[in-house]
């Protein structure tokens, strides 16, 4: 089993950063990949961004060129920085470990966090 908690959410203005962290605990972490997705109330979860046991990574569209995805073996942490917040990037984001299957699906993961909330005002 495998424990995901977020963290470093928060209100930003548009134009601002923020930098997520997803502390990870279970399992190796080093022999797993881990996402995060993002959710608006109302609306499906989407994907944002993973990264491989590798290094690879994955971004959609929406956020490619604005955020970074990066891991630290020896805190067992992923994070997520967001810089050129916009305003429809408010959401509830989500850390997940990737079970199998392609990165940006989000049947794919099994393992979810609780969620940190990033506001972005204009």
């Known amino acids: 089993q495998v424990q995901l908690v977020e963290s470093g959410g928060g209100s930003v203005q548009a134009g601002g950063s923020l930098r997520l962290s997803c502390a990870a605990s279970?399992?190796?972490?080093?022999?797993?990949?881990l996402g995060w997705f993002r959710q608006v109330p109302g609306k499906e979860r989407e994907f944002v961004a993973a990264?491989?046991?590798?290094?690879?990574?994955s971004y959609s569209d929406s956020v490619k060129g604005r955020f970074t995805i990066s891991r630290d073996g020896a805190k067992s942490t992923v994070y997520l920085q967001m810089n050129s917040l916009k305003p429809e990037d408010t959401a509830v984001y989500f850390c997940?470990?990737?079970?199998?299957?392609?990165?940006?699906?989000?049947?794919?993961?099994?393992?979810w966090g609780q969620g940190t909330q990033v506001t972005v005002s204009s």
């Open positions: 279970g399992r190796t972490f080093s022999n797993y990949a």
């Open positions: 997940a470990h990737l079970r199998a299957g392609p990165m940006f699906l989000i049947s794919s993961y099994d393992y």
């Open positions: 990264i491989s046991w590798s290094d690879n990574t």
